[in-house]
């Protein structure tokens, strides 16, 4: 079934890397829409760049703050059925992955993955107490890394998640004895399985992503991302992200392919060495003033 549209989830502190993430998908697919899920709960942030240089769209906002991944569901609750890919902004393609993934029909693809049963506990839901939220509820045994997955909108609907989500500003997650980790993650994969279970939607697992750490992203040759001979997966940093603004990203592994898609997009914006140089040490600057901002003001709210 044809991707129609890459969607981005992005807000303040890890805009460079939403920056990386667009710059890498314009390397494979020049023309692809591309569109932006800004959530400004940690302030406003300039996309401009990114719209002017690389054809980015902004998604239409009612509101500013949504939370922890919760923007991804102003897309996926969109009435108008339409084919898309989600990728978290700590995402590059190393290859032309749509390809891959189009060849599928399911409504949804999301990753092939193994978790033991204590990741599914810290980084998911606790099974038992969803049952007892959802006593039909079958856990199918598997759970999912929500930030790359292919969907279709108008599949599933805002009230579906209205039991379980207050749609305030910022959005406020429920029965969080029962939906142990944060954001949208737990409460998505919840809803897939539930769907699937009932015969309303259906679902495809698919190995489709490497982490920072994994074996096969250790392999990925620079030279071959150059002369566009890709691999079939995007890379997710999510076991590994720290310190995203250090100008090298030194703590990063494979480092070297994250700076390579950032020396594109700086190419691509016409922005010399020395701005980029300059720029790099300013937005890190910028972060490091901002947390110690943040970490003064929750210190204040709980004294």
């Known amino acids: 079934m044809k991707i129609e549209v890459i969607y981005i989830p992005c807000y303040k502190l ?44 902004i998604f239409p906002q009612n509101i500013r703050a949504y939370g922890w991944g919760f923007s991804k569901l102003e897309a996926i609750l969109q009435i108008e059925k339409k084919r898309f890919l989600m990728l978290d902004s700590d995402i590059v393609l190393v290859g ?38 959802d006593p039909d509820f079958v856990f199918p045994g598997f759970t999912f890394n929500s930030g790359q997955i292919v969907g279709t909108s108008g599949t599933l609907k805002r009230a579906d998640f209205s039991k379980f ?12 004895e029962a939906f142990t980790f944060g954001g949208e993650q737990p409460l998505l994969n ?26 096969t992203t250790a392999q990925v040759s620079i030279e071959r991302l150059k002369n566009k001979e890709g691999y079939p997966f995007v890379i997710h940093w999510h076991d590994k992200k720290t310190n995203s603004m250090d100008p090298k990203m030194e703590e990063i592994p494979r480092n070297d392919i994250l700076l390579f898609y950032e020396d594109k997009y700086y190419s691509g914006a016409n922005i010399g060495s020395l701005l980029k140089f300059l720029r790099r040490h300013y937005e890190r600057l910028l972060a490091i003033i901002f947390m110690k901002k943040m970490k003064i003001r929750n210190r204040s709210k709980n004294q």
């Open 190 to 215: 919840y809803m897939l399985m539930k769907k699937t279970q009932n015969g309303e939607i259906s679902l495809k697992r698919l190995d489709f992503m490497k982490e920072g750490l994994n074996p």
């Open 14 to 57: 890890d805009y460079r890397l939403t920056r990386i993430c667009v710059a890498s998908i314009r390397h494979w697919y020049p023309s692809i829409p591309i569109v932006l899920l800004k959530d400004l709960i940690l302030g406003d942030f300039d996309s401009s760049e990114l719209e002017k240089y690389f054809n980015v769209q």
């Open 165 to 176: 989500l207050e749609w305030k500003e910022p959005r406020v997650q429920l029965f969080r």
């Open 96 to 133: 032309p992955i749509l390809e891959e993934l189009e060849k599928y029909e399911e409504d949804w693809i999301v990753v092939e993955e193994n978790y033991t049963e204590k990741d599914i506990l810290k980084y998911y839901f606790d099974p038992n107490k969803l049952r007892q939220l």
